[in-house]
């Protein structure tokens, strides 16, 4: 069993920040890539931002150079740091975390998991 738990949502004015943070629990072998994703009411979800094991991030344009995406290993934890926070940033924000359960890291073995999602409503 795997739980993402998040943290850090909330309320804050245009230009405000706010850090998320994501926890990744339970049978873990391995994680490879762990990200943000979120969606905004009548919209598909979308990527905001994606971290490998290695340290490589990938962004979405709208986001870039606002918003960093950072990782704890240790503690099998993604943050994402949102900065100068505009009101179409709005959304829930989901934690996502492509993972092993068990050696080897076979496709078998490994799967893509979601957590419950987080407000972020940016408004004055």
């Known amino acids: 069993q795997v739980q993402l738990v998040e943290s850090g949502g909330g309320l804050v004015q245009p230009g405000g920040s706010l850090r998320l943070s994501c926890a990744a629990s339970?049978?873990?072998?391995?994680?490879?890539?762990m990200g943000w994703y979120r969606q905004a009411p009548g919209k598909q979800r979308e990527l905001v931002a994606t971290i490998t094991s290695g340290g490589s991030m990938n962004y979405a344009d709208s986001v870039k150079g606002r918003f960093t995406i950072s990782r704890d290993n240790a503690k099998n934890t993604v943050y994402l740091q949102m900065n100068s926070l505009k009101p179409e940033d709005t959304a829930v924000y989901y934690c996502?975390?492509?993972?092993?359960?068990?050696?080897?890291?076979?496709?078998?073995?490994?799967?893509?998991?979601w957590g419950q999602g987080t407000q972020v409503t940016v408004s004055s």
């Open positions: 339970g049978s873990i072998f391995s994680i490879n890539a």
């Open positions: 996502n975390a492509y993972l092993s359960i068990r050696f080897p890291p076979t496709p078998r073995n490994t799967a893509n998991y």
